[in-house]
């Protein structure tokens, strides 16, 4: 058994809309093997090392129910055995997932395992510690080849939590991230430790532990300066001990004797209370204090002991949100058991961890404890008489074993009133203000007390999970000092995907918004563009591309073209989208990645609009995208159709629904917008250059898809026109979708088609062309497409064109140089073009070439590039050769459709005197007074 792929789902995908993992498992000559099978030994094994699986409820829906799955009948195979594992491996570790689903793949013996995660490491791990459980479990003849001698499973499950633990958000950090899911505030981790960004784009905030992106630097100084922090609130008047600074044993022994016995020493710019030692009273005790406090800072404070007990009160955005005492560990005597044995008692706690994984801390046993011991005149093996309690550190802090005790409520105002003011003396956003005094509620200016320090960074463990009181939602209040309520954290993101069509939409409505005022995130087969810049060049439509565009700190409105290929690798950046937009589903890229029917291809595709809030935009005329409306939880589904006719959507727009038609004018073709019962004309479609004067259907679809999803984000139809209007087909704006160049004596068209679909759309639009001269094609297909793919893209190219070179992309994805041309050459042959019409010149370069020095006055090349950049500069800088001027078109072989704008001659009376004339303004038609 063993796994031949992987794929990590970030986000939503066509499993489910959280993180997953997919494995493509196979179980070898295990698939022989069930459950039952396998034997009671088997599954006992399970059970015994895992318990958690008894009370996995499978398809009976209750506690025990997958245990009946593995004993009952044939019971079940290894690979759904294998996804409950994992599962319950993972809930060993503190996460709490519970999804799973596991299915046949197309090879026998092979199945799809998908398991919900939280953490990417921490689910491969768990996958790798499940596959080598059911190995070591296997019956003694089947061990064979997976048998690992060296396998400890109690040994690999405890590195499992630890290494688990070491990836978790701190309990500071985890707190802000909870509070801001708890808002629907997006975030994401930004690196391994505790770097969070909170929100999008320009309304992004970061956190670090809890530094906040509002925290100033100064501030943050001020509190690490213990002398300059002592000063500042010395000079405002606010209870503080004595204090000085201290380089050398000496300097420190000094300061006591000045100060007065008995002091503290600690470090100078220290943390979490190492290396501080309290209630100090003799000179040797602080000789020690300072060689114990040295070893962290070179520079050691010396100040007053104060009494009483250690409280943390939390100031954020200057109000005193909660407030804790803090109790050094400690044990109790009872009277039976010694020190030693009472701090392993202590320790058994399950609320007790190593460092800030759990609650609470694990007391350690260090030269503190055993100083403690020596000055009581224990040791560690004494038995302490019943209820006695001895301190085992000098300091309260939870990192050190220390307990806390919420007391938020009972904070007289005045020590309120001075936790808060002492927070603004410094600066801090978020501050931890320690004050030591005998009792909280009583005032410090009767009952006395003092600040022993101030924190930039306070740990919030102790306010949310108290080991007495109540929890404090102390996340919650830096989040609203973050984001006041009513102020945005996310930016508008528009989702992308079909078979074609999907980099000129999304160019669109980018260019729409950033016409509207916009700055905009655009990621595309290009490459990500930030404002119109290119930033990253590459085919970036995956979920790596749209983080980028997320985290970048200028944008305020993301466009994301969603492709197949990432969707069915990494699934979505985004757990949820303003608008989305599903274009079509044609036969491409079948035959990857498991994927081999155009419903499979739908439901990939699907993903995008199932996580839409506020608009799905549909293509009405395509039956599979049709059918994606029942499975949208937006607000409005908005239908995309080129027939006025369409029955669904009238009766959607009757019903107040909405929808963008394509409607026939006096003047064309109208692009008309309804909502609620309102009629509201667009525009004309030659009127968007990227239409050619509204011939390219393709665009004039695209254009309408654009106009949806931009009226889904709130922009105006006046702004909507707008940048429709300014929008065009230049390689500027849309490098390798229907760049036209019009500067050699015949016309040159690229575009990057790829499929039958696209070539389809292209052929459609050139077949209304006037043309005077040969119509010349160069043309490929991706050498990953199926054999039927290719020869379908063969099929809409064939007779449309008078010259065909037939060429290969330059990565041929595993085929032979010249079999995808020869592929194209056989089918265009069989579909009737005359064999000497059809040439293959497999490089591209080489085959671009030929068909420009062919080309003559008049003239139409039609170039279906791979390489777009090195294909457009081939183009524009070739330099033609002088020829004479070109002949009248030859309108006997063109289509109806080219005889222009003014429409076919079916149009005209029969009778009318039509004639064709052409000078240095084109070719058009004449018509005689009576005709026009």
Request: net charge negative; charged share 25%.
């Given at each position: 058994?063993?796994i ?47 318990p958690?699986?008894?009370?996995h ?77 059911i ?56 690196n391994?430790?505790s ?12 956190i ?130 010694s ?20 609650v ?11 100083d ?39 904070v ?7 936790a ?8 801090l ?27 930039a ?5 102790m ?10 939602d ?50 595309s ?11 990253v ?27 197949r290929?990432?969707?069915?690798k ?20 079948l ?12 439901e ?5 609009v ?24 937006a ?8 027939n006025?006719?369409h ?22 073709h ?13 525009m ?11 011939r ?64 389809h759309?292209?052929?459609g ?37 008078d ?121 058009y ?8």
């Open positions: 058994m063993r031949l792929s992987t794929d990590v789902y970030g986000g939503p995908n066509r499993y489910a809309h959280f993180p997953c993992i997919l494995h493509l498992v196979d179980l070898e000559d295990l698939e022989q093997w069930p459950t039952v099978k396998l034997g009671e030994a088997f599954i006992d094994g399970l059970v015994k090392a895992v958690g699986l008894a009370d409820g499978c398809s009976y829906g209750e506690a025990g129910g997958f245990l009946r799955r593995m004993r009952e009948g044939e019971g079940t195979w290894l690979g759904h055995v294998f996804e409950h594992l994992v599962l319950e491996v993972q809930q060993l570790a503190g996460h709490d997932v519970s999804f799973g689903k596991t299915r046949t793949a197309k090879q026998p013996g092979q199945y799809n395992v998908v398991f919900e995660i939280q953490d990417k490491d921490v689910g491969l791990e768990a996958s790798r510690l499940a596959l080598r459980l190995h070591s479990l296997l019956p003694d003849p089947l061990k064979g080849k997976y048998a690992d001698r060296e396998f400890n499973f109690e040994r690999e499950r405890d590195w499992f939590i630890r290494y688990t633990q070491k990836r978790e958000l701190g309990p500071s950090t985890g707190s802000l991230v909870r509070a801001a899911e708890q808002r629907s505030i997006p975030w994401l981790r930004l391994d430790q770097l969070v960004q909170l929100g999008h784009g320009k309304f992004q905030r970061r670090q532990a809890t530094i906040t992106s509002e925290t100033r630097h100064i501030a943050v100084e001020l509190s690490c300066d213990k002398e300059m922090a002592h000063k500042i609130f010395e000079d405002l008047g606010l209870p503080v001990p004595r204090q000085m600074t201290a380089s050398s044993e000496r300097e420190a022994l000094r300061a006591a004797e000045r100060i007065g016995y008995p002091v503290v020493v600690k470090p100078y710019n220290g943390n979490h209370g190492r290396g501080v030692c309290i209630d100090l009273k003799t000179p040797e005790e602080v000789a020690r204090g300072y060689e114990v406090a040295s070893k962290i800072s070179r520079t050691v404070v010396v100040e007053t002991f104060l009494k009483g007990f250690d409280h943390r009160m939390l100031v954020v955005n200057g109000e005193l949100v909660a407030a804790a005492k803090r109790v050094p560990g400690h044990v109790i005597g009872d009277g039976s058991h020190i030693r044995e009472l701090i392993d008692l202590v320790n058994s706690d399950p609320r007790r961890g190593i460092g800030h994984e759990k609470l801390t694990k007391i350690q046993l260090d030269h503190q404890v055993d403690l011991l020596a000055k009581k005149g224990y040791t560690l093996d004494t038995v302490l008489p019943e209820g006695e309690t001895f301190y085992l550190r000098s300091t309260a802090n939870l990192s050190t074993g220390g307990t806390a005790i919420d007391v938020t409520d009972i007289h105002p005045d020590n309120r009133a001075m808060i003011r002492a927070a603004k003396a410094i600066g956003d978020v501050c931890g203000v320690d004050f030591l005094c005998e009792d909280i509620s009583q005032s410090y200016q009767t009952a006395g007390g003092g600040i022993c320090e101030i924190n960074a306070p740990g919030f463990r306010h949310v999970s108290p080991a007495e009181g109540k929890p404090r102390v996340g919650g209040a830096v989040m609203d000092m973050l984001f006041p309520p009513g102020a945005p954290s996310r930016i508008p993101i528009a989702c992308i995907t079909g078979t074609n069509g999907k980099t000129t939409t999304s160019r669109m409505l980018a260019h729409i918004l950033k016409m509207a005022g916009h700055t905009v995130g655009l990621t087969t290009d490459g990500v563009y930030i404002d119109g810049k290119l930033t060049k590459g085919d970036m439509t995956g979920p790596i591309a749209a983080s980028m565009v997320l985290r970048d700190p200028t944008v305020d409105a993301a466009v994301l073209e969603t492709a290929g990432g969707l069915l990494r699934g979505m950046a985004v757990r949820e989208c303003d608008v989305a937009c599903v274009l079509n589903v044609q036969s491409d890229h035959g990857l990645r498991g994927i081999d029917t155009l419903d499979e291809l739908a990939v595709k699907r993903t995008v199932e996580i839409a809030t506020d608009t799905a935009v549909l293509n009405a005329d395509d039956p599979r995208v049709l059918r994606m409306a029942a499975y949208t939880r607000r409005n589904v908005c239908y995309v159709t080129m006025p006719r029955p669904l959507v009238q009766q959607h727009i009757r019903a107040g629904g909405r929808a963008v038609v394509l409607e026939q004018g006096m003047n064309g109208m692009i008309a917008l309804y909502d609620r019962g309102s009629h509201l004309p667009l004309w479609t030659h009127l968007i250059p990227a239409t050619i004067e509204g390219a259907m393709h665009n004039v679809q695209n254009a309408m898809f654009a106009a949806a999803l931009a009226y889904g984000l709130k922009i105006s139809r006046e702004n909507i026109e707008h940048g429709l209007r300014t929008f065009t087909t230049s390689f500027f704006q849309a490098p390798g979708r229907l760049n036209v160049f019009d500067e050699h004596p015949f016309k040159v068209i690229m575009d990057y088609a790829h499929n039958a679909h696209g070539v759309a292209m052929t639009l050139t077949d209304q062309l006037l043309v005077a001269g040969q119509r010349i094609v160069v043309m490929a297909a991706p050498g990953d497409r199926r054999d039927e793919d290719i020869v379908e893209l063969a099929k809409a190219a064939a007779g449309h064109y010259i065909y070179i037939c060429k290969r992309d330059d990565n041929t994805r595993g085929r032979r140089g010249d079999e995808v041309p020869a592929l194209i050459k056989q089918t265009l042959i069989e579909r009737g073009v005359a064999p000497g019409q059809v040439e293959i010149i497999e490089d591209e370069q080489q085959a671009i070439t030929s068909a420009l020095k062919r080309a003559r006055p008049g003239d139409l090349l039609v170039v279906f590039a791979d390489n777009v950049p090195r294909s457009w500069k081939q183009i524009i800088y070739f330099k033609p050769e002088l020829t004479t001027p070109p002949e009248k078109p030859n309108l006997s072989s063109a289509p109806a459709a080219a005889i222009g704008s003014l429409g076919s001659f079916e149009e005209y009376n029969e009778s009318a005197e039509v004639e064709i004339r052409q000078d240095e303004r084109g070719v038609i004449v018509a005689d007074e009576a005709s026009d």
